[in-house]
């Protein structure tokens, strides 16, 4: 038995197909499936019920695979650790980002990283908040930027920034005549939102304070009786509907400093309360070995946002010895 062959059974039990396990595992099927029926008869356990079409994982095979992705990763954890006592800066990170937040972050992130640490290779993924933590959770990421606050001893964070909320308001609405939009008035207004998933949606339903009996949660609850349903997949989406009448929206400020959503037939308004706003972390597995990688990313891009947001800083970045558990923000 060998690590090699342990990860030819995760990656079967991973795809439920020989072939595809073999694809994944830069192999040739034979190979594959000759090994893993010489550690099936080394262990003296059947770990795959082979059909047709579909392998399926045994009882036994379940608890193998289980043990094999501990072992797996403790393994990778060694080959890391040892990376980073040669070069912190010279592996991986595997990053997930919000949609809110990477076309407005990244553009102005990557170049400056690359240009600190060009030995830093960026595996980028872009996905709602819930799929990020899955991934990470699976080790299939080793960080998530999200603008959620994430609690729990498996993960541990670093803030990053916090940004205030605007509201964007049609050209001509009774609103763009006030500096500053008060809070209780989204209440009966024609608020738009992004589809579920999305944690701004949800930032957006608590600072409104919608409960079940609002008429803006009962819109987005059931549309075929209470009108239209304008959720969108995107900021953009949201802020053409906008332009064209069909109601407010909350936009953060980081989207729209020197990006593409400002339009002529919109204003933009600050909210007339300290609250309205949101705190973007980096959140990561609370055993992740390369916390100087973290650390250098987390400075490089706090030292690359622009004035309209405001900068934090965490005890973790103070002692870089001490990356695991909970960041706490002590300066801004």
């Known amino acids: 038995m060998n690590i090699r062959d342990l990860g030819y059974v ?13 694809q994944a595992c830069f192999v040739s099927q034979p190979t594959l499936s000759g090994q893993i029926r010489s550690l ?17 994982t045994t009882a036994a095979g379940a608890r193998i695979v289980e043990l094999a992705r501990t ?3 403790q393994s990778a954890a060694i080959r890391d650790a040892a990376r980073e006592l ?5 592996g991986v990170l595997r990053l997930g980002v919000i949609p809110t937040v990477a076309p407005y972050l990244l553009p102005r992130l990557l170049g400056p990283l690359r240009r600190a640490h060009p030995a830093l290779g960026l595996v980028l993924a872009e996905a709602v908040t819930g799929v990020l933590l899955e991934r990470l959770a699976d080790h ?6 999200l603008a959620t606050d994430e609690t729990g001893p498996e993960l541990s964070e670093l803030p990053l920034y916090r940004e205030p909320f605007q509201v964007a308001i049609p050209r001509g609405h009774p609103l763009c ?26 930032q957006v339903r608590d600072l409104c304070q919608w409960g079940s009996g609002d008429e803006r949660t009962r819109r987005a609850a059931d549309p075929a009786t209470s009108g239209d349903d304008l959720r969108a997949t995107s900021l953009e989406t949201l802020l053409q509907l906008v332009a064209v009448g069909f109601g407010l929206t909350l936009v953060p400020e980081l989207a729209l400093h020197g990006s593409r959503l400002q339009s002529a037939a919109v204003t933009m308004r600050p909210l007339d309360s300290r609250s309205a706003g949101r705190t973007v972390r980096l959140v990561y597995r609370s055993g992740f070995p390369l916390m100087a990688m973290l650390l250098a990313f987390a400075q490089v891009l706090r030292a690359n946002l622009p004035d309209c947001v405001q900068v934090l800083v965490s005890e973790a970045d103070k002692k870089p010895g001490r990356g695991a558990g909970k960041a706490k923000v002590v300066s801004a």
């Open 40 to 56: 099936e008869e080394d262990l003296g356990v059947t770990l795959f019920e082979r059909g047709n079409k579909v392998v399926r």
């Open 10 to 22: 995760v990656a079967v039990a991973d795809h439920g197909h020989f072939g595809r396990a073999a």
């Open 71 to 73: 072992l797996l990763e």
């Open 177 to 202: 005549e006030s500096e500053r939009v008060p809070l209780l008035a989204l209440k009966s207004l024609d608020v738009l939102l992004l589809a579920d998933g999305h944690c701004l949606t949800d």
């Open 86 to 90: 040669r070069d912190p800066m010279s």
């Open 140 to 145: 299939q990421l080793d960080a998530v930027i």
